[in-house]
């Protein structure tokens, strides 16, 4: 069964403290995503990567970065929390990259900054 | 304005009515329309995938594209207890890369037995 997981469900941090929120999946796809979710804003894409090494800016880059360095792994970095930043964040991939291709989620992190 | 516009709900209905979850866009250049279901505490799934207009059944969920309204709705029918959930519209044009979807705020249903 295909998985994505996310390695925390909760967190809470501190204005000013650098952030890693951590995504694996078992499914060997190419292309891996970082959204988070709002209330009243629904899903907005951070960072997306296509490749091991490769990143791309989605709608809302500022005040984070990313990293993939081995395929089946994508972390979000925060580098300095704000609270303008408490929210989900939810990971998800995929395999071919077609504009109209199933994307698979993980279960979230709910962060939270102080 | 948002390029997809989701009334956030919540909706609350009876067991066994049929529900009817819309979105509207502006953008005329969307060709993909999905529509994702959320379980409380946990991500998004793929529950429809419509390409550019017309409907599409999958059991007791339809799914409807109008493109010259920019309008799109999803139909429940029968709807159970276990329909409970955010229903997120999301669309794509043609031209993106895979992934980068544009998604609605997402309608919270409620089915009551």
């Known amino acids: 069964d295909v998985k994505v997981t996310q390695s925390s469900r909760y967190l809470v941090k501190r204005t000013g403290e650098k952030v890693f929120l951590e995504c694996v999946q078992d499914m060997d796809h190419e292309n891996m995503f970082w959204y988070r979710q709002d209330p009243g804003l629904g899903l907005r894409l951070i960072y997306f990567s296509y490749d091991v090494k490769m990143k791309e800016k989605g709608d809302i880059p500022e005040g984070y970065s990313v990293s993939r360095e081995k395929k089946e792994r994508f972390s979000l970095i925060l580098e300095s929390a704000s609270t303008n930043q408490t929210s989900m964040y939810l990971c998800?991939?995929?395999?071919?990259?077609?504009?109209?291709?199933?994307?698979?989620f993980g279960s979230g992190t709910q962060l939270s900054v102080l | 304005q948002k390029e997809v516009e989701q009334d956030p709900g919540p909706l609350s209905v009876p067991e066994g009515a049929i529900v009817s979850l819309n979105c509207t866009y502006s953008?005329?250049?969307?060709?993909?329309f999905m529509w994702y279901r959320q379980y409380s505490r946990k991500g998004p799934e793929l529950l429809m995938y419509t390409y550019s207009s017309g409907n599409k059944e999958d059991g007791r969920f339809t799914a409807q594209v109008d493109k010259s309204s920019k309008y799109i709705s999803l139909f429940i029918r029968d709807s159970q207890p276990s329909d409970s959930a955010t229903y997120l519209c999301?669309?794509?044009?043609?031209?993106?890369?895979?992934?980068?979807?544009?998604f609605g705020q997402g309608t919270e249903l409620s089915v009551k037995p």
């Open positions: 998800a991939s995929s395999s071919t990259g077609a504009a109209n291709e199933k994307l698979f």
């Open positions: 953008n005329s250049a969307f060709q993909y």
């Open positions: 999301a669309m794509s044009p043609v031209y993106n890369q895979g992934g980068k979807l544009i």
